[in-house]
């Protein structure tokens, strides 16, 4: 079975390893997790940290809850739209 760790047990085992006062293997054995692991998280890290400083991407995610927001409206109208096609065109009025 696969273990799972959350958002901040990763951060803080992938900030100990940039600072590199432990070797990974020390890291890997403090840990419990493998050194190859920590190097991916750390990896991904560094990769990540330039849209870490981006000002648009907040609002970017507001925008994307926007539209979902509308789509979710636009469904429940036609789906109520459809409901109501539905009994008007039957004919025995089920």
Not at 6 to 15: L, M, N, R, W
Not at 28 to 38: E, K, T, Y
Not at 39 to 61: C, M, S, V, Y
Request: net charge positive; proline share 3%.
């Amino acid at each position: 079975m696969r273990k799972t760790y959350s958002p901040g047990y990763k951060a803080k085992i992938v900030i100990e390893a940039i600072k590199e006062e432990e070797t990974m293997a020390e890291l890997s054995s403090r840990f419990g997790v493998h050194r190859a692991q920590i190097q991916r998280w750390k990896n991904e890290a560094l990769t990540g940290l330039p849209n870490l400083f981006e000002k648009g991407i907040k609002n970017t995610d507001a925008k994307h809850q926007k539209t979902i927001d509308l789509l979710y409206q636009q469904i429940g109208q036609l789906k109520v739209e459809n409901d109501w096609l539905k009994k008007k065109t039957d004919p025995f009025g089920r």
